[in-house]
């Protein structure tokens, strides 16, 4: 407990130590302007500020990420609310109640229930995270190389969770990100893979382009073939901001609930905001009085689809920082942002590097607060960025990817992974195949791998180091049960019936 008080008290001294709070602020604004246009979203906006992050330390870097992280998850409301173009998927659930409100002469009473709902949800959710954390380092030092070997699998077969559409697709997707981490020298060994005589290649593809490249080149593709501003129609702001607060406040029981679902759903590796928000927005239907009212401007839609998005954010952090499994896009890419500052997953961010992971958990709790009064008070004047003419904002975001790209480590086979995996990304997303299928298999295939040659060393070459410990054989009991559960459960009901 003296640890974590130490931890806790050293990290609040280096948030509010000059330029820490600087980069918050920064963050949540263009996480908020990624959020509110369309086709941008967090995993975009982060993806490309992510290789502009190097010239900062590791905390400055990570609270920059976390911040436009948050502030994306709210601002994917605005559009939402204003022109029904969700900016986020994470958003989409908030298009159902905030648009008939705007509809009706009350944005700005919807944008201020929106903001409110995200602040106190995120708030809420990432106190929770803190508080629980002493036992979160406990389990989390529970685990060695074979649990995480067995981790990383886990993860892998939660792409037949996550996939929409055809499962055999997602598979295609994950199997192909896992053989383009293949490429280089092999991990623990001298062994060259792929690399055709290439010094270039040698390093292996770096998963950060990969990501510029599906997440930002991608849509951009996509927004290329739009002509005219992102939202085309005009837009008028009207409604009252202090009742959007007091409507938000006095329905505890959904903002509390709706959060508390991000946060479990946000927890689930392969899940995150874009799940959370419907399942919230359909509890809180299911659960309420009046059903009919909701998808006509009612508030208590808009409440469970926002706390939910920004409860999620908690959630996806305990995956992401204690196993290294990002719980979607954007936490994949801020998991490329702790590596690409020398920052590993796993029980060192909970022991030695415990002031760091307590500093960006007191930046999202900050950031929860400005975004309350940004929200509350400035956000109509963000309006307006949702009808920037696509002509600006593509190439733009184009010529940043290739600038960030070419930035990671001064190689032209970064640049020429941006374009490729952003065509391909584009291919893919026009022929439902899973893109956060392919990004599993580039994150978690490398540590899959490193981990199981890891362990195989260490007993020997036996495969019974993975089930010799309770934790680890509960492991594989849970990844057979996500593999085998879709195929077992209905004869069994059958059965039962």
Do not use: C
């Not at 820490?20 to 086709?39: D, E, F, K, Y």
């Not at 629980?132 to 070997?149: D, H, K, N």
Request: proline content about 5%; overall charge negative; hydrophobic content about 50%.
């Amino acid at each position: 407990m003296a640890a974590t008080i130490a931890a806790l008290t050293e990290a609040a001294g280096t948030l509010f130590s000059w330029p820490t709070p600087l980069w918050v602020a920064v963050g949540l604004i263009l996480g908020m302007i990624a959020g509110a246009l369309p086709g941008v979203g967090s995993s975009l906006g982060m993806a490309i500020v992510l290789p502009l992050t190097l010239p900062l330390g590791p905390i400055n870097a990570l609270v920059l990420l976390v911040s436009m992280y948050s502030g994306a998850m709210y601002g994917g409301s605005i559009a939402a609310i204003l022109v029904n173009v969700p900016g986020t998927g994470a958003a989409a659930a908030t298009t159902f109640d905030g648009y008939p409100m705007s509809k009706q002469g009350r944005a700005i009473e919807a944008l201020s229930i929106s903001a409110t709902s995200s602040a106190l949800g995120g708030f809420l959710t990432v106190l929770t995270l803190i508080a629980i954390s002493p036992i979160l380092i406990e389990a989390v030092l529970l685990f060695g190389t074979p649990e995480y070997f067995l981790m990383a699998v886990l993860g892998l077969s939660m792409i037949g969770v996550v996939a929409q559409g055809s499962v055999v697709k997602a598979i295609i997707a994950g199997a192909f990100g896992m053989l383009l981490t293949t490429i280089g020298i092999a991990p623990n060994s001298p062994e060259l893979r792929y690399t055709f005589g290439s010094l270039a290649l040698y390093d292996g593809i770096d998963f950060i382009a990969a990501l510029i490249g599906m997440f930002a080149i991608a849509e951009m593709i996509k927004l290329s073939a739009q002509t005219g501003g992102i939202a085309e129609s005009d837009i008028d702001l009207d409604g009252s901001v202090f009742a959007g607060i007091k409507t938000a406040i006095s329905r505890p029981v959904t903002l509390i609930k709706s959060s508390f679902i991000g946060m479990f759903i946000g927890a689930v590796p392969g899940s995150g905001a874009t799940v959370s928000n419907f399942i919230s927005y359909g509890e809180a239907m299911r659960s309420s009085d009046n059903p009919e009212a909701f998808g006509n401007g009612e508030p208590d839609g808009v409440i469970a689809s926002e706390a939910s998005n920004n409860g999620t954010i908690g959630g996806s952090l305990i995956p992401t920082i204690s196993f290294g499994i990002p719980g979607s896009g954007s936490t994949a890419v801020l998991l490329g942002g702790l590596l690409m500052h020398g920052l590993r997953p796993g029980p060192q961010l909970f022991d030695a590097e415990l002031a760091t992971t307590y500093t960006f958990m007191l930046a999202l709790l900050a950031g929860n607060v400005f975004i309350l009064f940004v929200g509350v008070f400035i956000v109509t004047r963000l309006g307006h960025l949702t009808q920037v003419d696509t002509k600006y904002i593509v190439p733009t975001i184009v010529v940043l990817s290739m600038i960030g790209g070419y930035t990671l480590r001064t190689n032209w086979v970064d640049v020429a992974t941006v374009v490729f995996l952003g065509l391909f990304g584009y291919l893919m997303v026009k022929y439902n195949y899973s893109v956060i299928a392919f990004v599993l298999g580039v994150v978690l295939g490398p540590i899959a791998e490193e981990n199981l040659i890891r362990s195989l060393q260490l007993s020997g070459g036996s495969y019974d180091i993975f089930v010799t410990k309770p934790l680890s054989l509960l492991i594989v009991i849970a990844i057979l049960v996500i593999l085998f559960g879709p195929v077992v459960k209905p004869r069994l009901e059958r059965l039962i019936s």
